[in-house]
């Protein structure tokens, strides 16, 4: 069996779907337009794509389940400045004094995730 995609509760799919597509410089699928009740960001096989469906009710408590994501091209905070120049918000910061940690953010809908270090600072 393979995971072909996480889905994710939207107001505006493909406004989420675009934030989403610049945060991770994946594509949108072919075809998808604004006004789609269905958006998907199309992630590099084997990675499960992140599909975005239109619900009439807005997000109202915490997500049960978040992404944390690792940087691959910046530090961790550098990807934090980043995403928040993008529209995403520091949700709680558990960054520590020794450089560990995590940044729990959230996107423009409230939806969190996680923005751990890189693989070069965890190496370093």
């Known amino acids: 069996m393979k995971l072909r995609h996480i889905t994710i509760d939207a107001a505006n799919p493909y406004e989420l779907a675009q934030f989403w597509s610049t945060v991770t410089g994946w594509p ?8 789609d ?3 998907l960001v199309v992630a590099p096989d084997p990675v499960p794509g992140l599909l ?10 915490k997500n049960r389940v978040h992404l944390d994501w690792g940087p691959t091209e910046r530090t ?3 990807e934090v400045e980043r995403i928040s120049g ?20 959230k996107d423009p809908e409230g939806n969190e ?12």
């Open 28 to 35: 949108l699928g072919d075809g998808d337009e604004p006004g």
């Open 37 to 39: 009740d269905e958006v």
């Open 52 to 61: 975005f469906i239109a619900v009439p009710e807005g997000k109202s408590v």
């Open 76 to 78: 961790r905070d550098a």
């Open 86 to 105: 993008l529209g995403g918000t520091i949700h709680e910061d558990h960054r520590r004094p020794d450089g560990r940690g995590w940044v729990t953010m």
């Open 113 to 124: 995730f996680c923005v751990e270090r890189s693989q070069a600072e965890v190496a370093g």
